[in-house]
């Protein structure tokens, strides 16, 4: 086995301590959000910002997956209507879309009146 010179081992040393930070940074594919962890999120999120404590109990909601990209979870929320939350049983109206993005974990509101995506802003949605 030919043992490789100082020369080449302290470049190879050299690159690998140079080049560390940035692949950490960067981040495997594998940190990234699933449906499940994603839809977590939003829920623990809407329920500590108490988003709709004043509108619709949490019992009364359930989350539908509308769409899966590579960046991002879209969940359209909507209200359940059985016996105890009331309602017509044959509807199920959405209050609410969200989108939760698989890198970051950022979410994003589609603000109904102009049909845009917004930065979170639990002050925002509860006034809708």
Excluded at 58 to 86: M, W
Aim: with cysteine.
């Amino acid at each position: 086995m030919m043992s490789q010179s100082p020369r080449r081992v302290m470049a190879t040393v050299i690159a690998i301590v140079l080049l560390a930070p940035m692949i950490v940074q960067a981040g495997p594919a594998s940190h990234r959000l699933s449906e499940d962890a994603a839809l977590s999120l939003l829920l623990r999120t809407l329920k500590h910002d108490r988003v709709y404590a004043h509108r619709i109990s949490l019992d009364c909601i359930s989350f539908v997956t509308e769409e899966k990209t590579d960046t991002y979870f879209q969940f359209v929320l909507r209200e359940n209507h059985t016996a105890p939350c009331g309602g017509d049983p044959e509807t199920s109206p959405v209050v609410d879309r969200y989108r939760i993005y698989r890198a970051s974990g950022k979410i994003e509101w589609l603000e109904p009146a102009e049909n845009n995506w917004q930065r979170y802003n639990p002050e925002q949605i509860k006034k809708g």
